[in-house]
């Protein structure tokens, strides 16, 4: 055991420090943007818009006379503030072509005017969640960080069944303070990993499973989100299409006490208007698990899925993002609005989640050096076994 934790630690450990630290930064990633960016957080404070807002459609309006293609989709963010509005754009592919990278888009307060335009990718934060995500490879890298997580949950399993005590709990977490630099390095390395073990578990297995689609279907099984269609024929004698406004006020009558998250809008003449949404009970705010489906020209609802109605597998699957990121503890990542004792109670547990992101750096940086004073060791005193122990009960 200890022999694999030492080499899976020294062969993965570098890639654990990156996703570790790429995942704290983007604990707080909108708010750390907003500071950079100041031009979309300098907007007035205005009533938040929701439900009844004719802001969606004078936004949609803008930015098709901005010289966007109107066959490109729409995702307008509900942020549950008065100030930008961001949003996402994601051009039409021509048939057989490649995926073009989707922009972000800033709009005032009102929706009349375009703040800030940047490419996903293409700014600071972003470039650090494609990093964290899929290491800045696309799908093959997704494929490298989902299974990576998975032989990363082996690394910390076996640190933990190496440090499992033998003998009295005391002496396992016991720190020895005037040992020698060798046995303290060790005890560093053996309360970071017993401290973190579990919340670190929880972050990796959650990423695995927000990496690999494949393994969340084996295990969890979740409904599958509909994907509705207009009919062609039906859509084609519609004429002009209904306004936003119509289509929320749809959405809100079949789901009602919910709140509103995303709209989104594409240009293609049988996708309907799909309104995302947060129902009692889902626990991310930012980026809830129910949607109805709207047409686009009739003003009927096509489908709905709510998470709350699923089965356990879809149940399970609404809590794996906010444990992944941090916002179970409520509020969202850097923006939305809180209560004053759920905000704090939010910003502690992402501060936690920060934390925990850094213990991979701590874990990686003491196992090496411990390591390397090991093996310096046998060079020079004989032979001295250089497996290290890092979370190895200590001798009597």
Known sequence: ???????????????????????????????????????????????????????????????RASGFDPAGK?????????????????PAVAGGGHPVPRQMVWFTADGSRILRVAPWGGYLMS?????????????????????SGVVLLLLLLTGIVTWWPRGRWSKAIAFKRDAVPLRRLRDLHKLTG?????????????????????????????????DP?????????????ISIARALAVARRVMPDTQLAFVDVSGTVDAPLR??????????????????????YSGRVLAIHDVSKGNIGARINAWVRPLHDGSIGGGSIGGGSSGGRGLIIGM???GLV?????MPTLLFVTGLLHWRRRLAARRSSGPVSMTMRPMATPSP
Do not use: C, N
């Not at 990093?131 to 490879?137: S, V």
């Not at 269609?229 to 299409?241: D, H, I, L, V, Y």
């Not at 705010?285 to 109805?292: C, D, I, K, L, N």
């Not at 920060?354 to 850094?358: H, R």
């Open 127 to 147: 470039w650090l969640y494609e990093l964290h995500m899929e290491l800045l490879a696309g799908p093959v890298g997704m494929q490298v960080v989902g299974w």
């Open 348 to 350: 502690a547990v992402r």
């Open 354 to 358: 920060v934390l925990i992101g850094i």
């Open 229 to 241: 269609r207009s009919s062609a024929w039906a859509s084609a004698r519609a004429g002009k299409p």
């Open 194 to 226: 017993v401290w973190s073990a579990g919340l670190l578990i929880v972050l990796v297995a959650t990423g695995v499973i927000l990496a690999l689609p494949t393994v969340k279907a084996a295990l969890l099984a979740p409904d599958a989100v509909p």
């Open 74 to 90: 729409w995702s307008f963010e509900v942020t549950g503030e008065g100030g930008a509005i961001p949003a996402r754009y994601y």
């Open 1 to 63: 055991m200890r022999r694999i934790h030492l080499w899976l630690g020294l062969s993965l450990g570098l890639l654990f420090v990156v996703i570790g630290l790429t995942g704290s930064a983007l604990v707080f990633y909108v708010g750390i943007d907003e500071a950079l960016h100041p031009v979309a957080r300098s907007e007035p404070a205005m009533p938040a818009p929701g439900w009844t807002s004719p802001v969606w459609d004078r936004a949609l309006a803008t930015a």
């Open 275 to 296: 309104i995302r949404m947060q129902v009692a009970g889902d626990p991310h705010r930012r980026f809830p698990g129910s949607y109805v489906f709207v047409d686009r």
